[in-house]
């Protein structure tokens, strides 16, 4: 069972707002993600992070920030929300271990919808 | 928002039915799979895993099957229960092991 917890769980901002997603974990893993997703479509990555200061941009190119101040924490920020950025936010760790590879725990997702 | 990607195919069983889900992988180096399952309004739920050295485990009601020879990845659910309506992504880790690659996806309907 995963602990990995994402506030808010949904949210409604308007345009121009600047918003911060929380993310955290509890498993002391080193590695976190988040993804973007749309309803119905595939996951993208859009940040990722290989432990603290360390932070990488991922496949989907994303106007939003991280940082990886502490192990278990990793928050995602939009400094000007625009409707674009209306989607599900899911963040997600995961620690390589040699007998079960890098599995993948995932929060429950973060709904935002910018108006 | 303005979508991004593409939309996910649909499979649509009848309750008790066998479902087969596949999905075809990219990189031949990849040395571990996972499956997920995403129900509605949630995050990807963990169902089983598989490494390279293996082409098929099996779990409760759920088999994976690799093929490395075509870089195909299946998940058979026996049984299919309403319960198992949700969208389902197979994953490869290769490399670092820094990161997975998910596949596309698939929707999966149980039809009672």
């Known amino acids: 069972e995963a602990d990995i917890y994402q506030t808010p769980r949904y949210l409604v901002i308007g345009t121009g707002k600047k918003i911060t997603l929380e993310c955290s974990q509890t498993m002391g893993h080193d590695k976190m993600y988040w993804y973007q997703q749309d309803p119905g479509m595939e996951l993208h990555l859009i940040h990722y992070?290989?432990?603290?200061?360390?932070?990488e941009k991922g496949d989907l190119s994303s106007e939003s920030t991280v940082s990886r101040i502490r192990t278990e924490h990793f928050p995602l920020t939009l400094e000007s929300a625009r409707p674009s950025h209306t989607s599900q936010y899911l963040c997600?760790?995961?620690?390589?271990?040699?007998?079960?590879?890098?599995?993948?725990?995932f929060g429950e997702g973060s709904w935002l919808t910018v108006v | 928002g303005e979508s991004v990607g593409l939309h996910l195919p649909t499979l649509s069983v009848q309750e008790g039915d066998n479902s087969i889900i596949n999905c075809a992988y990219s990189?031949?180096?990849?040395?571990?799979f996972i499956w997920y399952k995403q129900e509605s309004g949630k995050g990807p739920q963990f169902i089983i895993d598989i490494r390279s050295n293996m082409d098929k485990r099996q779990g409760q009601r759920v088999t994976v099957l690799l093929n490395k020879t075509v870089k195909h990845l299946s998940l058979q659910i026996a049984a299919t229960q309403p319960g198992d309506s949700a969208v389902y992504f197979c994953a490869e880790n290769f490399g670092d092991g820094n990161k997975l690659v998910f596949g596309a996806g698939t929707i999966l309907r149980v039809k009672s």
């Open positions: 997600a760790s995961s620690e390589w271990r040699q007998s079960s590879g890098n599995t993948i725990y």
């Open positions: 992070s290989y432990g603290v200061n360390s932070t």
């Open positions: 990189n031949s180096a990849s040395d571990y």
